[in-house]
């Protein structure tokens, strides 16, 4: 079931990360471990770190201090990048940067990894086809206008949260990290991505989601890592806690300064 | 739901609008001047002249469709016609002189992508700066003077580049016109064509110019991508030079200039997007023809020359909003609810054409 079909216990581990910003200490001691198949939600207060703390997870910042395991193998520091997080099948999901607006979904679903011939000459019917496969398969697009034609101009908040995703998970990607999908989406458009992160749990992946809004990610996690001023403080598990209990939990954090 | 992929059907074959005002216009100067533009030479002539245009026209169709801008190619075509020219003239070395021509081109092409990728300039200045620099440098190298290439159609140089293969071939006036740069112009389009919409090159291009970040994001080298776009720029605005000065059998330090505005405004009147992201290669072509036909048309017509930049600036302002109207939703959005609160404009008419959408 597990993408990639190796065995391992986390997807990602982080020991003893720190990072600082000049002085700021960013992150401190983070011990953080991610299962194969289990959605975190990340919550804490506007400059917690959680940002920061995915960035170092992906690869696009590099840890000061620290170790990061991949499927339960250590990852040398200074080989970490972008490029290698994909490789290692992990995906990030940015809010507004993952999708280009005016070209048509198919070039968005291939684009940095194309089907070409050995010139570069770009496979179009096959890329179509597949595209057309993950809209209809993965992501359940079916009788609502959009082809693989489409521009993504011309998708709502929701639908371009979906198709990144989709697109993530046509990589086999075994973990999703998702930055805020939720921001600035209307009430319909957040039910729909929050369906996805369900897709992305029952297709036997891992995902890490982000999230300001308790409501949203309370309903769909397995586990709450709740993170302030640079460090973990506690992780929740939101069956035995309830979204108001845990929204006074993170109020009284902020009042403990 | 077919509402939803919009803007009609007809506007969405590449180039369509300016095929037709192409179409338009060609029919207006054979009304206007029908025995000009009913005798074939006049389009063996055309086909002459226009080959440079459209090869500065094309590489800026990547320059724009990446959402940057190249002022620099007027001095290209100074730099690289006085490098070809000299060793051409001066030193006789044939097809070595078209070969450094072109490489100084790519070079100063290289250079202006390593200014805008890797130091961080904005293209518009970093272009004005080297396009200074260059037309500066061509100007001090020639010591002012142009260079007559006088017997040039002897050598095979000429006759490959420029030639009129079926000169001899046949009595036919205007089938003695035709010339062999408009043969490898289209060959050298047609490929690129081929780059921007079925190559990799040509889609990196576009997600550039949508956008830096969701291209760095989804994994493409955007610095490097850039370079690449600059570095063939500046190819293709060498080789315009060498055949415009092959075909003049003169160079002269100028004679760059007059593209600037001809070629920026062949590309953004055949549909490329100024905000990048959205880029036509048969766009760019008829945009370069409308351009380039203007000139005889206006003359034949009886209009004096001053008329031609007239004419040619309003048409690209009038393009430049059309397409505005016509690409971004948003702007015809606003258009149609200004329109609509104009007292007895609204209503009806307004709501059918937003269905129409």
Redesign the interface.
Known sequence: MAPGGREFDSVVRLVGVQKYFGAVHALRDIDIAIGRNEIVGLIGDNGAGKSTLIKVMTGVLAPTAGKIYIRDREIPQSDYS??MA?DLSIE?V?QD???????PLW?NFF????I?DR????D?KREKEVAQRILIDVIGFRG????V??TV??LSGGERQGIAIGRAMHYNADLIVLDEPTAALGVAEVRKVIDFVRLIKSSGRACIYIEHNLAHVHEVADRLVVLDRGRIVSEINPRQMSVNELTEYLIDLQHRG | ??????ASAWLRVEGAPIIIVFALLLALFMWTSPNVFLSPSIYTTFLTIVPPLVLLGTGLTFVIGAGEIDLCFPSIISFSGFVFAVLFKEYQLGWIAVVAGMASGVLVGYLNGVLIARVGIPSFIATLGTQFFWTGAASVLSGGKSYALRGAEESTVWQWIVGRPFASATTIDWVQGLSVQALWTALIVGFLW?VLT????G??T??IG??N???R????DVDREKIKIFTLMGALAAFASIILTLEQKNFFGNQGQGYLMTAIAGVLIGGT?IFG??ATIVGTVFGCFVIQILEPGLVAAGLTGSWVRTVQGFIFLVAIVFYMYVDE?QRRAALMLRLRSIPGFGGASASRSSASE
């Open positions: 972008v490029r994909h990030t940015y940067k993952s999708l280009a607006d005016k070209q070039r684009v940095g990894r194309q070409t010139f570069g000459f770009i179009i609502v206008g959009i082809t034609d489409s101009s011309k | 739901m077919a509402q939803r992929d919009g081929l079925h190559h990799r090159f889609e990196h576009l997600f949508d956008s970040d969701v291209s994001v989804v994994g493409i997007s992201g959205q939703p």
